[in-house]
């Protein structure tokens, strides 16, 4: 369902990659915010916020990192988060760019897209208007024109 055409570029742009890292990182930690979740649900999330930049994060490998069944993980995921894994980790990912393209306007939107997991491009773009109902480029002329 995610799928896209490969970034012409696997490198991001020039900039202090230590900033990036910062920014990242403080992202990270905002969102792990101490749960009163069941332990599997718990477990789940701190998985995926650690590796929410990764871009091979996958359900199976949460539910395998686990040892739970899909039905079982998407169940307790739901009842404590609302929404699906999946959903989730769209939404923190797209959050994340959010705060890149505001902070980093010299990046492009593609090292945008590398940095926060996405290695296709279309794809960030698809996932990036469903979640915001408005293209990267469209988010990043808005919060340029103040």
Do not use: N, W
């Amino acid at each position: 369902m995610l799928e896209g055409t490969k970034c012409t570029s696997k490198m991001p742009s020039p900039v202090r990659p230590s900033q990036i890292e910062e920014e990242l990182a403080a992202f990270r930690t905002e969102q792990a915010a101490c749960m009163e979740a069941p332990a599997s649900v718990r477990l789940a999330t701190e998985y995926i916020h650690d590796h929410l930049f990764a871009p091979d994060l996958t359900m199976d490998r949460v539910r395998d990192r686990l040892g739970i069944t899909d039905s079982m993980f998407s169940a307790r995921f739901r009842r404590y988060h609302g929404h699906s894994p999946a959903c989730y980790i769209r939404h923190l990912r797209v959050k994340a760019a959010k705060r890149l393209l505001r902070t980093h306007t010299e990046l492009r939107i593609a090292d945008v897209a590398l940095h926060v997991g996405y290695e296709h491009y279309r794809t960030f773009a698809r996932v990036f208007k469903r979640v915001m109902d408005q293209s990267p480029q469209a988010f990043r002329e808005e919060v340029e024109s103040g």
